[in-house]
């Protein structure tokens, strides 16, 4: 990418007049405003910056999937299967048992779910996840992750920007900081939001001190995908005229007062912004998909937070496709909460599951078939776990758990059918190959090419990372 | 290919170079300063390369070796030789070491992932070679005022300005740019202080005044005007993470933050002295000088100190000694940023990397702010209504005068036998079955009922200064006198719905309850542990008990979660519902004991028995009754003047107290405000002990004294150690010997004028900060500015008098090449305004601005991509109203998309510095956003209402509002030609809509989203 002098290669007012007046497509545009413009305009960035030569080494996944499973499932229940539970359901726990967020602790409390082992290294699977579990090939089960945090919102800001407070960039701004996108029209981080926002806010997703470029792009369902992405003039070369206009003007200023980097890359973002008019309804809009692809997904589901869940993923897919980095699935309202069940824990990681299980599990074998595994990671993580012992209640719950949770990855670089890590018998704190929120964050950078010791930003004085001054990376389930 | 492309491939090849791990060949000697300078060239790079290891922090230290002081680079080493040799390049160690390519023995050592450029070897070799002449951190050091020759002339200060920065043009050979047009000049100046784009008469004033101080008359009118003070306090806030909600899963509210916002326009426009203001935000409270509000006479100073509370924070932390450390965390960044430009929070863990702050210096803010407690006070109550507390006291002595000398007449008449009868029968009133011992299962937090405080602290004026001791006090319904009874706390010691807080010495959660007696209306009662105020469910909800009911009742606060934690107690009128403060004019809360324990206790049901003031059958009744008149009875006198009154003056509403009793009646309801802010108080000192590793849970031993910063000799000799310390915190920030106070400051201004800081760290002027571009220039205005009175507007004046500052935006190419980033300043640098300037023009070119001042903040306008917990149930309208950005609600978690996509910072740490991106979501929201097409149409509507006006007075107008000046024959061209084509994009044609709105507003559309528009030039 060379960057060219904008004002030496302003257009005439002969070629501004060729413009189509035929509708709204990238191609109306097209030729309108400078080429070299459109260039330098793009959410590619050429090399890397923020901590020297990014990549640093080669890397496995070209972009990646976080599936966020919002309010913590139990481990428990899911993938870490502890028979002592069934044993002393309903004993006093017999281990000390750490301060809750509800301070209402009950008795030992077995799983409501049958496990079953899956593949060919035996993973176990609770009936909750049917169709996640036909994947255990393909999935690394890492059981023994814990947190710092008992509460939703720092646990968030820690999942999400490695550091238990509200304002610093997150794990998707990071990458995109290094990375920048593939794609010239579409931004790098993307969270697809399925209808709930996680506890501590957007603030999930910001940019932090990070430069606001690397903010998520909140896209949601429905016919505006993206905030003010659809033009308000009634037709398409009301809008055209004004760009037209607009440029005219801006060139002119550009005469008066000489190159300002700054004011050309204002204008050049404008042809970026109008790109993306068409670029975001067309990503977003799944009619195009076979119906089998769409019945992998779950969209011919039931289940109407299946059948969003699935758009999501499916999406997830589009969005990869066109090399956007860092993709955030957030959950369905499902009408439980979250995964958050404090109460009622049978009724909500039901509800829960079945709007992501075959979702997931089609985005997994929809990545494959297509070739696309073997460069996406992805990742499947709740903020923390639940206790292995129940909330009091009629309908008991799980309080929350930083000591232990499972999370999986999958895709690129990593070894299918490994199971890392254990709990203690009763799935309520790690004991072996313990793996922090920065040993994710670390695993997940170094597949995407970057050394998380290497990667910084100076703010406040400090050259700050992700992984802060921690971080391993989890080398047990990446692939030789 | 143009010159930014060469650099670029340059620094591809250089990089390329750096991975293959050699350097090129290149001879630097050319390239180095004449004389090497430690402070510029040679410290950054041993802070950069070496201070992890051998700089201040002992815990990180290698080979016993420090390079961060001389004594440590020069002195000699364990095994032989010195790092530094004065002079000798070969026998310095340290050069041996960073010219070796032996892994073993090289430095940095390769795995420190460090590397020393052939550059920095070079200036290394050439400072030792030169003598190592060591300098302090210029930023540890009182500035000097700059020996130079114009100085002796006593300049003003713009001149000097001009003088500092045409000094360093011409060292580097080059010049100052031509003046900027005076249309240009007006837009910037009128931005630059008020945020907003002049008014055409604004602009047709200040063109048409043809005199030779039109500049400096434009100058004072935007210093006058109200948006000086928001555009300014706005700068400010972004200094304190300004924020109207606590973030996290609720986004709670912070109780009336908006005071505070207040508080800082009234400050700027008034232009309160710096040091004042500076005061004022750490001891606010404490201060002697208080700053009165001129118009409306209350005590602006205390607000100031609102500014601690502006955090997040959560609403069931687990564990409170954690949500505690961090949030003082947060205070201490903030303080140090804010007010020193230092990075003390890096102190937290260990000591400071790179700079001399030592983790002790931390821990003496922390114990700093840990005695600090915050509660809620009256915000604009004026003074002079203060003033009628003390009349009513005086009235209330008078009652009690008047009712003393009834009874010791009736003294006189009645025979001791009777007086003894009077007294027994009132001891016999007292039911002691329903009293129970204090025992060894209970613990006692305090018992008013002993008539004094106890060591228990204050604030406000509703406690008074002891407890109830038989006063009287108006009932509101009848009107009449009634006594109030004695042995108790009481907030209604002056009248109901007076502002107050009584708060206990800080003492340790040792039983599982905490039993208070109380009786009130709107009043609170409630336990702080661990500083944490957010008391709710689903852990912390029982800290707090309303206290709804006139009679006494035992409440009961569940503190078995908080064992073994440090807490006090707080009893204040008024309540938080939802986390926001309400008082209400009939507000009180009485309590007369609180004590602990555990378990089932009788202490529920039953009442403490006194403990005191059984000798009342002792008491020499003449000078119990002589000693109250004068309000010093000790308890057992006040209860013998009680007996005998009940029993000689059952009603005290007599014909000879009825004047006092009017005058009582109107002074009681001239005490109460309902307004409110949340600021500081002093309780009991905490000395805390530093953190091993920034562990709450890891203490060492040793607590440290309250002290300023330890790399800055300035403030008090002996620094108090009792209460919080902050006051002397913040006289040594004031102290005309801290070098960085008035540095820090004028630095900030200059950034905002510049766009860019003479230090352009302009929250770091640590090691790890730049270095000034014009170092005299800084210590000249940080002198200067002390010498003016610390006055903001006056350094602001003379900075945009300068030539300097109406330098005109266009670069020369000569210029641009020797600096290209314009360090220099030779030419106004062009750049993006702010996001609450755009939107403010916007509303201004529109005509839609509405410039009503202060208040509660307007709601946010919510869309549906602003989802999550704490969802305000209302949105705000679209417009906010057409008030100005500062007065829109600031909540954590729904910050405005438009002012987040232009870079406002989202309020978590102090950012005196913005960024400034370029996003595509700007132009979209530029382009699509229902609010920019709003204001386009209503300025459409508003031009076409201009009678008889042309097609080209029409344009002018719009130039005038959006860009200060007339468009030219090309714009006026271009726009009809856009006019014509638009129109026919409408199928239609400009003649037939000409005068419609619809075309129109397409133009005022187009006009917002041209670049002039969103930039300063």
Redesign the interface.
């Known amino acids: 990418m060379?960057?060219?002098?904008y004002c030496k290669h302003r257009m005439s007012r002969r070629e501004m007049l060729t413009l189509s007046?035929n509708g709204f497509g990238s191609l109306a545009l097209f030729g309108l405003l400078n080429p070299s413009v459109s260039q330098a305009a793009t959410y590619k960035v050429a090399?890397g910056i923020g901590g020297?030569?990014i990549p640093h080494f080669p890397p496995k996944a070209k972009s990646v999937i976080f599936l966020y499973m919002d309010g913590g499932v139990s481990q428990v229940d899911s993938f870490d299967y502890k028979p002592l539970l069934e044993k002393e359901n309903g004993k006093d726990p017999k281990f000390s048992v750490?301060?809750?967020?509800?301070?209402s602790n009950g008795k030992l409390l077995k799983s409501y779910w049958d496990f079953k082992q899956y593949g060919d290294s035996g993973m176990w699977f609770s009936n909750l996840f049917p169709h996640i579990a036909t994947c255990a090939d393909d999935i690394a089960m890492i059981n023994s992750m814990y947190s710092e945090f008992?509460?939703?919102?720092?646990a968030n800001y820690y999942l999400h920007t490695g550091i238990?407070?509200?304002?610093?960039p997150s794990m998707g701004a990071w990458v995109t900081y290094g990375l920048g996108s593939e794609n010239e029209q579409l931004?790098g981080y993307v969270v697809l939001?399925g209808g709930?926002?996680?506890?501590?806010?957007?603030?999930n997703f910001?940019n932090?001190f990070l430069?606001?470029?690397y903010?998520a792009?909140?896209l949601?369902p429905?016919d505006?995908p993206?905030?003010?992405?659809?033009?308000?003039e009634e037709?398409s070369?009301?809008?055209a005229?004004?760009l037209?206009?607009?440029n005219?003007?801006?060139q002119?200023?550009l005469n008066?007062?000489?190159d300002?980097?700054?004011?050309e890359?204002?204008?050049?973002?404008?042809e970026?912004?109008?790109k993306?008019?068409s670029s975001i309804p067309e990503l977003a809009d799944l009619s195009g998909e076979t119906a089998a692809t769409q019945s992998l997904y779950g969209l011919d589901s039931e289940d109407k937070h299946c059948r969003s869940y699935g758009a999501q993923c499916l999406l997830a897919r589009r969005l990869v496709e066109r090399g956007v980095r860092f993709i955030e699935l957030t959950c369905p309202n499902v009408g439980h909460d979250r995964w958050d069940q404090h109460a009622n824990l049978k009724e909500g990681h039901e509800a829960n599951a079945h709007a992501v299980d075959q979702p997931i599990a089609g985005l997994l074998k929809d990545l494959k078939s297509r070739g696309l595994l073997e460069s996406t990671l992805v990742v499947f993580s709740g903020e923390f776990g639940r206790t292995p012992f129940a909330q009091k209640g009629k309908k008991p719950g799980r309080d929350h758990n930083p000591q232990a949770f499972s999370t999986w990855f999958a895709g690129a670089g990593i070894k299918g059918g490994v199971i890392y890590g254990k709990t203690d018998e009763y799935g309520y704190r790690a004991i072996e190959n313990r793996t922090s929120i920065h040993d994710l964050h670390a695993t997940m950078l170094h597949l995407m090419g970057i050394d998380h010791?290497?990667q910084t930003y100076?703010f406040?004085?400090?050259d700050i990372r992700l992984t802060d001054v921690h971080g391993h990376v989890v080398h047990g389930i990446l692939d030789a | 290919m143009n010159r930014r492309g060469l650099t670029l491939i340059a620094i591809i090849g250089l990089i390329a170079y750096l991975a293959m791990g050699f350097w090129p060949d290149v001879d630097y000697g050319h390239d180095l300063p004449k004389t090497v300078d430690f402070n510029y060239h040679i410290r950054p790079i041993l802070s950069q390369q070496c201070f992890v290891c051998h700089g201040n922090d002992p815990s990180s230290r290698e080979a016993d070796l420090r390079l961060d002081i001389e004594d440590g680079a020069k002195a000699r080493l364990g095994h032989g030789g010195k790092a530094i040799v004065e002079g000798n390049i070969n026998k310095s160690l340290l050069i041996e070491r960073i010219t070796s390519d032996d892994p073993k023995f090289m430095m940095p050592p390769p795995d420190s992932k460090k590397v020393m450029s052939p550059r920095e070897i070079a200036l290394l070799k050439k400072w030792i070679k030169q003598g190592a002449e060591w300098k302090e951190q210029w930023a540890f050091v009182t500035p000097q005022l700059p020996k130079v020759p114009l100085l002796n002339n006593n300049p003003s200060v713009s001149v000097a300005i001009d003088y500092f920065i045409n000094d360093a043009l011409e060292q580097k050979d080059l010049s100052i740019a031509d003046q900027a047009d005076r249309n240009t000049l007006i837009r910037r100046v009128s931005y630059i202080l008020t945020g907003l784009p002049p008014t055409i008469e604004e602009l047709d004033t200040y063109l048409n005044d043809e005199s030779d101080s039109a500049y400096e008359s434009m100058l004072d009118r935007y210093l006058a005007s109200s948006g000086y003070g928001e555009r300014w306090a706005r700068h400010w806030m972004d200094l304190v993470r300004y924020g109207e909600s606590m973030g996290h899963e609720g986004d709670f509210n912070i109780s009336n933050a908006w005071e505070y916002r207040d508080y800082l326009i009234r400050a700027f426009n008034q232009d309160v002295p710096y040091d004042q203001f500076v005061l004022e935000h750490l001891a606010g409270d404490q201060i002697t000088e208080t700053r009165i509000n001129p118009q409306d006479g209350y005590n602006e100073s205390a607000i100031g100190t609102a500014y601690l509370f502006l955090g997040d924070g959560k609403h069931s932390p687990v564990n409170t000694r954690e949500e505690e450390s961090d949030k003082i965390d947060n205070m201490i960044e903030v303080t140090s940023k804010t007010f020193q430009a230092l990075t003390v929070s890096c102190s937290r863990c260990h000591d400071h990397k790179f700079d001399p702050i030592p983790t002790a210096d931390y821990y003496a803010m922390y114990g700093m702010f840990e005695s600090t407690r915050l509660v809620p006070k009256p915000a604009r109550m004026p003074v002079n209504r203060l003033s009628k507390a003390d009349e009513l006291m005086a009235v209330k002595s008078k009652i009690r005068s008047k009712v003393g000398d009834l009874l010791l007449t009736q003294l006189e008449s009645t025979t001791q036998e009777d007086q003894r009868t009077a007294i027994q029968k009132y001891v016999a009133q007292i039911d002691k079955s329903q009293t129970i011992e204090l025992d060894t299962s209970l613990q006692l937090l305090a018992d008013f009922r002993a008539g004094d405080w106890e060591g228990w602290y204050t604030d406000g004026i509703a406690f008074g200064e002891h407890p109830a001791k038989g006063d009287f006090t108006i009932d509101k319904e009848s009107k009449k006198l009634q006594e109030l009874g004695s042995g108790f706390a009481t907030s209604r010691h002056l009248a109901l719905g007076v502002h107050g807080v009584l708060s206990s010495p800080n003492f340790t959660i040792n039983k599982e309850y905490i039993a208070v007696r109380a009786a009130g209306q709107g009043g609170t009662v409630r336990i702080v542990i661990d500083n944490f105020q957010v008391i709710q469910a689903p852990l912390w909800g029982q800290l707090k008990a309303n206290v709804d009911d006139p009679d006494w009742k035992t409440y009961i606060l569940d503190v078995r979660l908080a064992k073994g934690r440090k807490a006090y107690l707080e009893f204040f009128s008024g309540s938080f519902e939802r986390h926001v403060f309400d008082i209400q004019p009939d507000d009180y809360v009485d309590v007369q004991y609180a004590v602990a324990f555990s378990g089932e206790h009788d202490i529920k049901e039953k009442i403490l028995a006194e403990q005191y003031h059984k000798e009342i059958l002792t008491v020499e009744p003449r000078k119990a009754i002589e000693d109250w008149v004068r309000g010093e009875s000790s308890m057992d006198q006040t209860k013998l003047v009680g007996a005998l009154r009940q029993e000689w003056l059952p009603d005290v509403n007599t014909a000879q107290l009825s004047n006092e009793i009017n005058q009582l009646s109107t002074l009681s309801t001239e005490l109460y405000d309902s307004t409110h802010f949340i600021g500081m108080m002093e309780g009991e000192a905490i000395h805390s002990p530093v953190f091993n590793r920034g562990s709450f849970d890891d203490l060492s031993d040793e607590n440290v004294p309250h002290r300023f910063l330890s790399v800055v000799s300035a403030g008090p000799d002996s620094f108090p150690q009792d209460g919080s310390g902050r006051l002397a915190w913040a006289e040594s920030l004031v102290d005309p010997t801290n070098p960085l106070t008035s540095r820090v400051m004028v630095n900030r201004i200059w950034h905002h004028v510049f766009g860019k800081g003479i230090v352009e760290t302009v929250d770091n002027f640590g090691l790890q900060g730049k270095m000034p571009t014009h170092p005299d220039l800084l210590n000249y205005l940080a002198i200067t500015f002390i010498e003016e009175g610390w006055s903001i507007k006056g350094l602001i004046k003379q900075v945009l008098l300068s030539e300097t500052f109406k330098q005109s935006s266009i670069a020369s190419e000569e210029n641009t090449e020797t600096d290209p980033n314009n360090e220099m300043l030779h030419h106004y640098p062009v750049r993006r305004l702010e996001a609450e300037a755009i939107r403010d023009g916007i509303l201004a070119a529109a005509g839609c601005l509405d410039r009503q001042m202060f208040g509660p903040s307007v709601p946010v306008h919510l869309t549906n991509f602003m989802t999550g917990r704490g969802r305000p149930r209302v949105s705000g309208p679209l417009d906010s109203y057409g008030r100005r950005s500062i007065y829109r609600s600031v909540r954590r978690n729904f910050i405005p998309p438009l002012m987040q996509t232009f870079d406002m910072p989202i309020p978590f740490s102090t950012f005196g510095k913005r960024n400034t991106t370029n996003v595509p979501a700007q132009s979209l929201a530029l382009l699509n956003d229902p609010f920019i097409h709003e204001q386009a149409e209503y300025w459409a509507q508003n031009i076409l209402s201009l009678e008889s006006a042309s097609l080209e007075e029409r344009i002018n107008t719009i130039y005038k509002r959006a860009f200060s000046r007339e468009a030219t024959q090309d714009e006026q061209r271009q726009a009809v030609q856009f006019l014509e084509l638009q129109a026919a994009a409408h199928g239609s044609s400009l003649e037939q809509l000409k005068d419609s709105d619809l075309l129109w507003k397409d133009y005022c559309h187009s006009i917002f989203n041209l670049k002039e528009f969103i930039h300063l030039l």
């Open positions: 060379s960057p060219i002098n007046r090399g020297g030569q750490d301060a809750t967020q509800f301070n008992p509460e939703h919102t720092n238990g407070i509200q304002g610093r931004p939001n709930l926002t996680p506890p501590g806010g957007l603030d910001k932090g430069p606001a470029t903010q792009s909140v949601r429905g505006t993206l905030a003010n992405i659809t033009p308000l037709t070369i009301l809008q005229e004004k037209k206009f607009m005219i003007m801006d002119s200023l008066r007062i000489g300002v980097d700054q004011i890359s204002t204008i050049s973002n404008y970026l912004a109008f993306m008019q010791v290497k100076r406040g004085g400090r």
